[in-house]
């Protein structure tokens, strides 16, 4: 849950604490160990195309974000305790005519005053923030940058031992020419006179019910300049190109997405930066494919070395050849496996190398080479191969 969207009435009706499952009076620990066990248990990544425990773990994040932090908590109990004894709910009675409540619409204007109360205005506003992540004394919150997408090619052998790269990025920033705020260099600004610098207005959305919005004159910044900046007309958003370095870890699959934390864009008023994640592509190799964590490499031999058996050199990725024994009777297609001779794991461990052979047929024989194939013919002649076939079945 973000406080940047401004106060929200509706909170007031739910339980934070129901939805972590855990009693009101619960310990700061505790409420930490139930929001864990069920983030985990909901994550988008870990439960791909189940909307379910996708909005689970928005309800659970949104109430931790307030039981959570110890002052939210402590406004939060107080707003919920005076919701639970009528004080406001629905219409909020008593604006119009009597009644017990009190009227929304005179908190709301009472805080966009400055009115030095101290009341329910005040306790709304410290509890669910402004719009823009700006206070009443037009403080900024940190804000977390964006997250990066981006696409790198690397070797077959690279994908296998590694490889550090350098990625050229291009990501949104604050506008290089005005740092972010939107007016001409040089200017000064001065306080919106459409929200008077609390950066949000009040507007009604049906009764007597009111909720706090972006003002649409500074867009949320309490501040104004008479003549915007040229770069940017006033946005305040430019973009940022830059290179870094990103290491691609040992054993990367083609088409893997990797998550590189903190290459992405750099975060607004003391954020963190956001995450960059890398689509891996992996260029094929000559001889050698891949199989999970295996290689696997086709291996020629003729048809004298799969009759009689044959020991025989076969490459491996690392350049160093192994022997491989061919026992006699060897059909075509077998395959052979050489362990410790295949990819990294994550873990340190190594797959294998799959080595299946394919029998060769020569497409011409010399003279020697036909009489002795022909020898052959004659001497299994009395062994067709083909007999089964015609043998009906019962």
Known sequence: MSADNGFRADWAQKDFYAELGVKKDA???????AYRKLARAHHPDSNPGDTGKHDKFKRVAEAYDVVGDPEKRKKYDEMRSLYGSGGFRGGFPGGQGGGGGFDLNDLLRDRAAG???GGFGDMFGDLFGGFGGRSRAGRSRPQKGADVESSATIKFTDALEGVTISLRLTSDA???GCSGTGGKPGTKPHICAECEGNGFVVASVG???TMNEPCPACGGRQLVYDEPCPTCQGSGRGTSARTISARIPAGVKDGQRIRLRGKGAPGEH???????FVTVKVTPHRIFGRKGDNLTIEVPISFDEAALGAEIKIPTIDGAPVTLRVPAGTPNGRTFRVRGKGARRADGTVGDLLATVTVHVPAVLDAA????????R???ADKPLRAGLFERTP
């Open 270 to 276: 003391g954020g963190p930066a956001g995450d960059l």
């Open 174 to 176: 604050a506008c290089p």
């Open 27 to 33: 310990t700061a620990d505790e409420i930490k160990k």
């Open 369 to 376: 080479a036909r009489q002795a194939v022909e020898a052959y």
């Open 378 to 380: 004659e001497a299994t």
């Open 115 to 117: 009115g030095a109360g």
């Open 207 to 209: 009764g007597a019910f």
